[in-house]
């Protein structure tokens, strides 16, 4: 199995073909939540940040400046790889069936 993001632009996502084969859609769950998660940004600004702490320390700071528009970034929002960590394999279906799903979920 191949990460999603590798399938929908494989120059752009090398990196994912580097990684040892995925067999198993649990595994291709993992390497989504490890490698495809997008950076906190501040909704104002649209400042990224390593991580949801400094994210927040900015925020209540207040001392940015409103940028009209937001950077689209490549990769899962919080609330799709929550989605990913709930979604379970179909034993009923086929693997490639079950990575469809998980497609689905990210684009």
């Not at 649209?46 to 400094?54: C, R, S």
Request: proline share 11%; net charge negative; with cysteine.
């Amino acid at each position: 199995l191949s990460c999603p993001f590798y399938v929908r632009d494989p120059l752009k996502y090398f990196n994912c073909f580097a990684h040892p084969p995925m067999g198993h859609i649990e595994e291709v769950q993992l390497h989504l939540r490890a490698d495809h998660r997008r950076p906190p940004q501040c909704p104002i600004c649209h400042e990224n940040f390593d991580t949801f702490v400094a994210c927040d320390r900015h925020i209540r700071e207040r001392l940015c400046t409103p940028s009209p528009e937001p950077v689209t970034l490549d990769g899962l929002t919080e609330d799709q790889i929550h989605q990913v960590c709930l979604f379970e394999p179909n034993p009923a279906q086929t693997a490639q069936n079950n990575w469809t799903e998980l497609w689905k979920i990210c684009f």
